[in-house]
T-cell receptor, first 109, second 113 residues
Framework: GQNIDQPTEMTATEGAIVQINCTYQTSGFNGLFWYQQHAGEAPTFLSY??LDGLEEKGRFSSFLSRSKGYSYLLLKELQMKDSASYLCAASDSNYQLIWGAGTKLIIKP | IAGITQAPTSQILAAGRRMTLRCTQD?????MYWYRQDLGLGLRLIHYSNTAGTTGKGEVPDGYSVSRANTDDFPLTLASAVPSQTSVYFCASSTSGMTDTQYFGPGTRLTVL
């Protein structure tokens, strides 16, 4: 079957760095997305990786290893506003997105 | 309108009633989607439309129907609501296919009693 695994919850300190991992098993693969979702709000796009390697975008970076079925989202210089859920989603052979349940990130002062 | 809107924001509905959730986008996106989001589960695709006039079934289509008469609107209908359809419903759109960035509406919180 198709599956996305990511930790349910993580806690980090303001100003620190946190890495949120995601592993996926899909029939075929057409890319990996990360979205941010604040409580009670809609998901918003953060990143898309289709090739192996690291993509950096300001304080956020995303990494993909296709051979390992693994991705991570790296958040640097954490701010209180980064408290949110982070959703990992993989595109399968039919170009449908398979979504993880999300990782709730709690930032402490 | 800027982006993608949904109505109503929230609704409490008696089981067995018919309900239509509305979704409108002004970005001229070809593709539109309906998801439900339940606690502890990932977003699950209900139905999608790659372009006006076409629709397709997602992962959890039973009990739901959609139509796509034009580019902007993509309503979701529950013909006879059941309590298991209590959820938060998100509409989304993208330029073309699912490997494009999806833009989400604010969501509709539906409770079926």
């Amino acid at each position: 079957g198709q599956n996305i695994d990511q930790p349910t919850e993580m806690t980090a300190t303001e100003g620190a760095i946190v890495q949120i991992n995601c592993t996926y098993q899909t029939s075929g693969f057409n890319g990996l997305f990360w979205y941010q979702q604040h409580a009670g709000e809609a998901p918003t796009f953060l990143s898309y990786n289709v090739l192996d390697g690291l993509e950096e975008k300001g304080r956020f970076s995303s990494f993909l290893s296709r051979s390992k079925g693994y991705s991570y989202l790296l958040l640097k210089e954490l701010q209180m506003k980064d408290s949110a859920s982070y959703l990992c989603a993989a595109s399968d052979s039919n170009y449908q997105l398979i979504w993880g349940a999300g990782t709730k990130l709690i930032i402490k002062p | 309108i800027a982006g993608i809107t949904q109505a109503p924001t929230s609704q409490i509905l008696a089981a067995g009633r018919r309900m239509t959730l509305r979704c409108t986008q002004d970005m001229r996106h070809n593709a539109m989607y309906w998801y439900r989001q339940d606690l502890g589960l990932g977003l699950r695709l209900i139905h999608y439309s790659n372009t006006a006039g076409t629709t397709g079934k997602g992962e959890v289509p039973d009990g739901y129907s959609v139509s796509r008469a034009n580019t902007d609107d993509f309503p979701l209908t529950l013909a006879s609501a059941v309590p298991s359809q209590t959820s938060v419903y998100f509409c989304a759109s993208s330029t073309s296919g699912m490997t494009d960035t999806q833009y989400f509406g604010p969501g509709t919180r539906l409770t079926v009693l």
